[in-house]
T-cell receptor, first 110, second 118 residues
Framework: LAKTTQPISMDSYEGQEVNITCSHN???????ITWYQQFPSQGPRFIIQ???TKVTNEVASLFIPADRKSSTLSLPRVSLSDTAVYYC???????????FGAGTTVTVRA | GAGVSQSPRYKVAKRGQDVALRCDPI?????LFWYQQALGQGPEFLTY????????KSGLPSDRFFAERPEGSVSTLKIQRTQQEDSAVYLC????????????????FGDGTRLSIL
């Protein structure tokens, strides 16, 4: 699996947009980029997945530049309940061994 | 069911005891995974089942760890002669692996069993 680098932590305030950038310089041609969210005392929850350009769903947007060496998860207008650890994963779609790393702890304040 | 269910949510055992952790996957999900999550770290892969077949157990830390899924549904992770380093959250996930044609086939996680070895 391609190694990823993401910030250890980020602070934000309610109503702001949060952007978490993940670096994956060694991403392979067949690799997808997937983000999971984990609240305290809960299991990780799939947020979004993409291969290139931009993907948007009801929770977040994922921006992937043409060289695919990085990606940015964008959370619009965060609330206190968005406080969680966010994991960036990169790997072949057929690779079932998810490699989470340490993730980014996002803290949203009132 | 609505989601992956794990029991117990919390387990405290003395060093040397055997423990068994249960996972009820989402109904109809073919694939089942176990992960171990140490405090402050991301989950790490332990083992993978497709139906009742254990196709990958490369992540199991030692031969004290054993997992089974005899009927292709419920799975049990057993740890024998527990050690303090076994203290962690054990997460179970299921999915309709292999991925669909669009590639979007996430793993759905339970809330885990927090195991504390005294």
């Amino acid at each position: 699996l391609a190694k990823t680098t993401q910030p250890i932590s980020m602070d934000s305030y309610e109503g702001q947009e949060v952007n978490i950038t993940c670096s994956h310089n060694n991403i392979a041609t067949n690799d997808y980029i997937t983000w999971y969210q984990q609240f305290p005392s809960q299991g990780p929850r799939f947020i979004i997945q993409g291969y290139k350009t931009k993907v948007t769903n009801e929770v977040a947007s994922l921006f992937i530049p043409a060289d695919r060496k990085s990606s940015t998860l964008s959370l619009p207008r965060v609330s206190l309940s968005d406080t969680a650890v966010y994991y960036c994963l990169v790997g072949d779609i057929n690779d079932y061994k998810l490699s989470f790393g340490a993730g980014t702890t996002v803290t949203v304040r009132a | 069911g609505a989601g992956v269910s794990q029991s117990p949510r919390y387990k405290v055992a003395k060093r040397g005891q055997d423990v068994a952790l249960r996972c009820d996957p989402i109904s109809g999900h073919v694939s089942l995974f176990w992960y171990q999550q140490a405090l402050g770290q991301g989950p790490e892969f332990l083992t993978y089942f497709q139906n009742e077949a254990q196709l990958d157990k490369s992540g199991l830390p030692s031969d004290r760890f054993f997992a089974e899924r005899p009927e292709g549904s419920v799975s049990t992770l057993k740890i024998q002669r527990t050690q303090q380093e076994d203290s962690a959250v054990y997460l179970c996930a299921s999915s309709q692996w292999p991925p669909a044609a669009d590639g979007n086939q996430p793993q759905h996680f339970g809330d885990g069993t927090r195991l504390s070895i005294l």
